[in-house]
């Protein structure tokens, strides 16, 4: 499976940004889909997950409630609607698909994407 991020980019505190994930290859609707981030010199922190059929979902407390992650198998594409964006939710944003179900754990996924950045605005 390969991964392309894409939907980042600059908004000020409040505003909303839908990040995409497009997957190749014909498993995708196999897989677990995450969503991680990293902000600079800081570990690579779980936001969000879902399970292979979209039935289950998994946040972070700190997206819980502003966040949704949602998938199109059709499409091979999993996203994250990001609303009432904080200057803390400045980070590179990565995909990532796992066979384990809605693992918050980066070792528990096998494939990753390039990564979008996202950065918010006070």
């Known amino acids: 499976v390969q991964l392309q991020a894409s939907g980042g980019g600059l908004v000020q505190a409040g505003g909303s940004l839908r990040l995409s994930c497009a997957a190749s290859g014909r498993t995708f609707s196999s897989y677990s889909m995450g969503w991680f981030r990293q902000a600079p010199g800081k570990a690579r922190d779980f936001v969000a997950a879902i399970t292979y059929n979209g039935v289950n979902t998994y946040y972070a407390t700190s997206a819980k409630g502003r966040f949704t992650i949602s998938r199109d198998n059709a499409k091979n594409t999993v996203y994250l609607q990001m609303d009432s964006l904080k200057p803390e939710d400045t980070a590179v944003y990565f995909c990532?698909?796992?066979?384990?179900?809605?693992?918050?754990?980066?070792?528990?996924?096998?494939?990753w994407g390039q990564g979008t950045k996202v950065t918010v605005s006070s």
């Open positions: 990532a698909a796992g066979l384990s179900r809605l693992q918050r754990t980066p070792d528990a996924y096998d494939y």
